[in-house]
Structure formats: C-alpha cells, structure tokens
C-alpha cells in the first residue's frame, strides 16, 4: 500500500507541475519547440497506446492491479514504446535497451531528471539527482571520487564491523530481515560518510531525525502542524543544523578528510573559493543517506531469501565464502578488498539478484524538447520513463527470465540490458559500494550462521521498492550454537518482528 500511497503522491505532484507546464504551452503556442518545425512534427505520430479517461487517464487501471502487471501488458500489446496518461501526466514507457540507452546516454541532454517540488524540498534542493549540467557534473565527480575503489579499499574493515554488529544483533532472534539490513545500509551510508569518525551523540540524532523524514517523505505535501509531512521537514531541519555542527567542528579542527563530507568541504572552484556551500554540502548529504539506505537493504533482503529458496546454491556459495575465510586464518583476519574480489560466484548471485528483484523498476525523465524516437514523437513536457523492470524480465535478453540462475552471469549481459543501476549521466555512483556491502554481509551470513524464514514469503509489500511481506522475517542463529529461540511461539508473525 505504501507504494501506491508513495507513487499517488508522486504522480499527483507531477500533476500539478504538468498542468501548469501546459497551461504556459498552450498559451506559447507556434513558437516551435527542440529542432523541429511545424511540418516535420506533424509528420510525427505519437507512440501507440491509450490515454484513459480526461485528465484520470489510466490511473485506475495502473492502482487495481500490481504495477508490474501493468506494464508487461501494455508492452504486450503496444510493443516496446507506448503511451498512457497516469494522473494528469502524459507518458512515454520505453521498454528496450536501445530506447533506454537513447534517453539515459546518448540524447540525455533532451531528457532532465524530474522531481516533484515536495521531495525535492525534502532531501534538499542542492542534491545532485534533482541537477544537470556544469553543478552536476563538479559534484557528481566529488561524489564519485569518495566512492570509488581506493576509497572503497580503505572502507571494508568499518563495512566489515558493520556487518558483524548486525548480525550479532540478530543472532539467536526473529527479526524482519528489511529492518535488519536498513540498519546496516544507514551505519555503511554513516562511515562512507563521516569515515567513522562520528561520535555516537550526533549518529543517533542524524539516525532519528533521518527516520522521521522518511517517514514523511512518501505523505501528502501539506504544511499543517502535526502532519507527516511537516514532522519531515522539520526534521529535515534538525538534521541540517546537525551536519552544519559537523562541519563547523571539523573547520575548527583543521584536519582534512578523504571522507565523502571532507571531499564536499574541501572541493574548491577555478578561483579557489569553497566550490559548495555547507547548505549545498547538506543537501548532498541528505541526498546520499536517503540513495544508498532502502535500496541497498531491498536488494539485501531479496539476497537472502534467493539463497534460502535455492539450498544448492546456497552450499556452493558457503564453499566459496569457505575458501576465504580459511585465507582469513578462520576469519581471525579482517577480509581485506583482494578477498571481495576472490568472491566470483557470490557476485553472480548478486548480480542475478539485483535482476531478479528490480527494485527500481523503472526511473522518470521528462522531455525538454520534442523528440523523436523511431519515427515517434515523444512531446516537449512528457514524461519519459526507461522500465528496467521489463528489459530485466524480457525473454529476449534473458533465458527463462524467471528462473533465479546466477549461471547466466558467466556471460556478460548484452550492452544496455542490464541496468539495475541506471545507465549515463546519473548512472548510481553508490554501485560498487552496494555490492562490497553485500558481498561483506552474504561472506559473514553464510559462514558463521544458518538461518529460516518465518511465515510465508511469497507475498511483496512495497516500502516503496518491493520486499517481501513483513520484510521477511528471519530466525537467525550461530553456526555450530545450541539454538536459542525467542518468542515465537505463537507462530504470529506480526508479534515476533522486532
Ligand atoms: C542496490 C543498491 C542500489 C541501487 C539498486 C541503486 C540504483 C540507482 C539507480 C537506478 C540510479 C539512477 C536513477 C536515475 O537514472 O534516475 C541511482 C542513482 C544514484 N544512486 Fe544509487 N543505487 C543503489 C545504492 C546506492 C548507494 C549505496 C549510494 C551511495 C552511497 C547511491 C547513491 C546514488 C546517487 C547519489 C545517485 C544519483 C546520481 C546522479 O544523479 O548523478 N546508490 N541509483
């Protein structure tokens, strides 16, 4: 429900932002748009597909069925390019590697990011994904920089302690495995960061205020007292006055740092002068905190459940992660970056993971110019939307796509085919963080525990992105440990979650 509640919300902003985007358009009209004049345009035929009712266009049609279903059958029926109009915003879907790769790489100077202004409010106006262009870029190489091997390198024994604490939370517990791993996102988003030099006072106020703007981030846009999504922003609030602390301190302190922060504090422009401002850096912050946490624990939490439901696989994922902890002098050495580069079959499971589940199914353009595609015409002011999901769950380019085969991997998927983690300009700079972090969590999991799922997992929920139900709750316990089981008698999922 969250996630229909979540994209409401979203499609209803955009709404707004379109109608008033075309009420401007009708009145500008005649003036030509992107390169092509009258004639040619006319030329043009929009893609096929249908738009539903005036102004609800097929949004009914989109909420009483799960969305997925929703778009598999319209690329059955209209191909691989269609329109449809969900909630006052006309819509191009494209649902093929070329047609991604057109949008995302090779025309995405036609294609801006598009936000509704509430979110945008919310994680921080400065954040790189809401930015194109010349701000974009200088940030997006700062971003880049902190995240990168060399500071990855420096990372795995703080992901590593990460890893260990939250499993050592969950030994012996049922607990919602969604939970679990958000923790361990939030501490791994904490020491990318911060480089764990952040005292435990100012974690906990950035993780409390953090959650409450979480919690408001998928409300309806209101200012009234007591509301979501006022809670929020006020929130929002508490945590910039936390970070400008930080960074007041660490000026006062003198000491520079190869931290994701210090890489923001200390960029500098052509002419010397801070490149960011500390609202800027804030934003960014903000705005990295809330990319690296819910996806990395979604996909995290699908990992485990794919291994679970699959034993034999599961065993030769243990004998592999075996071989490296005996090379880890029976894991009384930390795993260095060399043993998360020994890991190659963990790493197709990841990989097939991040297919299997695609937990960002799809991502939003919208168009600046009018442009064609394939004889199409794609509408100044559309919305453009690249469906992941869809080119991940093609039999085209992937065998039996809903068999969960981490084989396939062994050969490199076709070009543009597999975009777990987006494709281009904004492309996720997080991605190798993401997966040291799994490959650190599944080393620790299945060497040192065994665990069940409790309840049935065959349902999702959407939190936004989809998790199976309850977050999938999982008894975990030590390996070679006599198991000690808590408070589960009842069976009842909903009162063993913790
Ligand atoms: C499994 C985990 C993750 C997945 C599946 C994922 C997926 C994505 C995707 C698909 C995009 C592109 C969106 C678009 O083009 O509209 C993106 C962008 C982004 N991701 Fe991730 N991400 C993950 C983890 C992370 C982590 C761990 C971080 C940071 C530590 C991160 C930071 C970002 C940022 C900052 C952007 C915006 C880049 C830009 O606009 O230039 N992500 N992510």
Redesign the pocket.
């Known amino acids: 429900m969250a996630f229909f509640f979540a994209l409401v919300c979203i499609l209803i902003s955009l709404a707004i932002a379109s109608y008033v985007h075309y009420s401007r358009r009708r009145k500008g009209k005649g003036q030509g748009h992107g390169g092509y004049g009258g004639h040619e345009k006319a030329s043009l035929k929009l893609p096929p597909g249908s738009m539903g009712w005036p102004y609800l266009g097929e949004t009914l049609q989109l909420y009483s069925q799960d969305p997925n279903v929703f778009f598999a059958s319209k690329q059955k029926r209209y191909g691989e390019i269609f329109k449809t109009h969900l909630l006052g915003c006309p819509c191009v879907m494209l649902a093929s590697p070329e047609a991604a790769r057109f949008v995302?790489v090779t025309q995405a100077h036609l294609f801006k990011?598009t936000y509704p202004r509430s979110k945008e409010r919310m994680i921080g106006p400065s954040?790189?994904?809401f930015?194109q262009g010349d701000y974009?870029l200088r940030l997006?190489k700062l971003?880049q920089g902190a995240?990168g091997p060399d500071a990855l390198r420096a990372l795995v024994p703080e992901v590593e302690a990460a890893v260990r604490s939250t499993l050592a939370a969950w030994d012996g517990r049922v607990m919602s495995t969604f939970q679990a791993m958000k923790r361990l996102?939030f501490e791994?988003?904490i020491v990318?960061i911060f480089g764990g030099r952040l005292d435990e006072r100012r974690k906990a106020e950035l993780r409390k205020n953090y959650s409450i703007v979480e919690k408001g981030y998928n409300s309806f846009p209101n200012s009234l007292p007591g509301t979501l999504y006022y809670k929020a922003m006020q929130a929002r609030r508490r945590l910039h006055g936390v970070l400008s602390d930080i960074m007041r301190e660490r000026r006062e302190r003198g000491e520079p740092s190869s931290d994701l922060l210090g890489c923001l504090m200390q960029s500098r422009g052509d002419d010397g002068a801070p490149l960011l401002t500390d609202e800027q850096i804030s934003d960014n912050i903000i705005?990295?905190l809330f990319?690296?946490q819910d996806?990395?624990a979604?996909?995290l939490t699908w990992m485990v459940k794919y291994l679970h439901d699959h034993p034999k696989l599961l065993e030769a994922v243990r004998a592999e992660q075996e071989a490296v902890r005996e090379a880890t002098d029976g894991g009384r050495r930390p795993l260095t970056w060399a043993h998360t580069r020994s890991m190659a079959l963990t790493h197709r499971v990841i990989l097939e993971s991040?297919r299997m589940a695609s937990?960002?199914s799809f991502?939003?353009?919208e168009a600046v110019a009018d442009v064609e595609y394939k004889g199409f015409l794609i509408p100044k002011g559309w919305k453009v939307m690249p469906l992941?999901r869809n080119i991940h769950h093609s039999p085209d380019y992937f065998q039996d796509p809903h068999k969960f085969d981490p084989s396939r991997f062994q050969v490199a998927p076709r070009p543009n085919t597999f975009?777990?983690?987006?494709?281009?300009?904004?492309?996720?700079?997080?991605?190798e963080?993401?997966k040291l972090?799994?490959l650190v969590l599944i080393h620790h999991l299945v060497t040192g525990y065994r665990w069940e799922i409790v309840g049935s997992s065959d349902e999702i929920e959407y939190s936004p992105f989809p998790v199976p139900k309850h977050g999938l709750p999982v008894r975990l316990w030590r390996e070679n440990r006599t198991v000690e089981r808590k408070g589960c008698e009842s069976g009842n999922v909903e009162d063993i979650i913790v």
Not at 419 to 431: D, Q, T, V, Y
Request: one cysteine or more; proline letters at 7%.
């Open positions: 995302l990011p954040a790189l994904f930015h974009h997006r971003v995240l996102s791994v988003g990318t705005g990295v990319a690296a996806t990395t979604s996909v991040l937990i960002i991502t939003f353009r992941f975009l777990p983690f987006g494709n281009g300009l904004h492309a996720c700079p997080g991605n963080l993401a972090e799994m």
